[in-house]
């Protein structure tokens, strides 16, 4: 409450100075779907040096398309020029742009009727392009003709599906139609772009709405670089009130993995897809593993262990993908018993929780003897690759409960260890 009250003394503000001011874009349409309120925007009438003028604390962060953000009682709010655009030479920017006097003019230039609304500091509504009412028809539906507004902006096709799928939206047969026809000018769309309206439809609302509207489209197939997501592989995601839904899950990094199983794509062909779609190292990680982790588990089913071995491969698989990821899909394999069936996982749901309370050590920092009591083991107590990999076993025999995380036993188990290596050597 306390930033639209700042944001509304901007309003009065630049009103007493004699410009026209308004709220516009994402706070316009959040606040008639009685939404939480993130962040507002304001168009005026005044240039950028006008504004400047008027309020002490602002920040010029982008003068060349009119827009300074403005400091009020704490909070900064982008206060931009009424404008006009040019012809748009590379389907993302306009070659120019032109300040107006008239907030209509400034509304028509933008994407769909739900964000080219205003608002007057008192909430009056000024709707030219009927945004109201396709919020009321729940209709997602582009300003002017469609296909011209994604031949200006191509990134747009990408913002429909999402704003559909957030906002519970049907998306109007012209609109539609124009994406459709206008796909293949996603190859002029930056991957990070991509990627980043992938995050907001994967974590959003409604994920299930964005991969069917995806997968009808084809949009991911004219990207810049290939982005082999089998869609159709993955269709029980977004089937209506299927098990396997992955609006039901609250972990983005785990809705994604759940994607991807799905889909068929595995380890080292989704690492580089996602590196490709510019998703950081730590983020791929986290993604690959939950998927590894699964297929992991899902193996053993026809190995037919006993509860013993099955605890001790469970616990060496946990050590090896760490205690968040084991979490992650033990919580999975609790809230959605559907989604991962079979003796191994029933197994899991009621055991998998007390078998990682048990392991005694999740890293080397956790053992009770370091790097440098084994090289004193070693012949001549020469340094080598043999000591990690030595600290790896004995770290996975700690953590399987084969070995106590005692200082004394371990060295025996790596004397043990470090003989056998001599006796192979001497043999060979």
């Known amino acids: 409450m306390q930033m639209i009250e700042a ?5 009065r503000q630049l009103s007493l100075k004699g410009f026209q ?10 606040r008639l779907l009685g939404r939480n309120i993130k962040d507002i925007d304001i168009a005026t009438s005044a240039t950028p040096a006008e504004v400047m003028s008027v309020f002490p604390k602002f920040v010029p ?3 060349q398309h009119g827009t300074v953000t403005v400091i009020q009682d704490g909070h900064p709010f982008e206060v931009t020029t009424y404008r006009s655009e040019a012809e748009y030479t590379d389907y993302r920017r306009p070659s120019s742009v032109s300040f107006v006097q008239d907030v209509t003019e400034d509304l028509k230039r933008r994407d769909f009727t739900i964000n ?6 008192d909430f009056e509504l000024v709707d030219p392009f009927g945004g109201q009412a396709d919020l009321r028809d729940k209709l997602l539906r582009c300003v002017g003709d469609p296909g011209e507004r994604f031949r200006e902006d191509a990134l747009r096709m990408l913002r429909c599906i999402r704003f559909s799928a957030e906002y519970g939206l049907r998306v109007h047969t012209d609109t539609w139609k124009a994406l459709r026809d206008q796909a293949s000018l996603l190859q002029h769309i930056a991957l990070e772009r991509v990627r980043a309206e992938l995050e907001r439809m994967i974590g959003g609302a409604k994920p299930s709405q964005a991969l069917r509207l995806l997968y009808e489209s084809n949009l991911l197939h004219f990207a810049k670089k290939p982005v082999a997501i089998p869609l ?20 983005p990094l785990l809705r994604w993995a759940w994607l991807f199983v799905h889909s068929g794509v595995r380890t080292e062909q989704l690492r580089s897809l996602l590196l490709r779609l510019t998703f950081s190292k730590a983020v791929t990680k986290s993604i690959v593993e939950r998927v590894d982790l699964i297929d992991t588990v899902d193996s053993w089913e026809d190995q037919q262990l006993t509860a013993a071995q099955l605890s001790e491969r469970f616990k060496e698989t946990s050590l090896r ?31 998998g929780q007390s078998w990682i309370a048990e392991i005694p050590v999740w890293g080397l920092k956790d053992l009770d003897i370091k790097g440098n009591d084994l090289q004193e083991l070693l012949p001549n107590k020469q340094a080598g690759p043999f000591i990690g990999l030595l600290l790896d076993r004995l770290l996975a025999d700690t953590a399987a409960g084969r070995v106590p995380n005692e200082r004394d036993t371990l060295l025996e188990r790596a004397r043990d260890a470090v003989e056998q290596l001599v006796e192979r050597g001497t043999q060979g």
């Open 321 to 351: 993908f760490g205690l968040e990821t084991t979490e992650a899909i033990l919580k999975l394999a609790f809230t959605y018993e559907a989604c991962l069936t079979g003796k191994v996982w029933e197994q899991l749901r009621i055991q």
């Open 116 to 121: 080219a609304m205003a608002m007057t500091s």
């Open 7 to 11: 944001a509304r003394e901007v309003l």
């Open 21 to 30: 001011a308004y709220f516009v874009g994402g706070f316009v349409r959040d």
């Open 61 to 63: 962060t982008g003068l």
């Open 232 to 251: 159709s592989r993955a269709e029980k995601l977004f089937a209506e009130e299927s098990a396997y839904s992955i609006d039901r899950m609250d972990d």
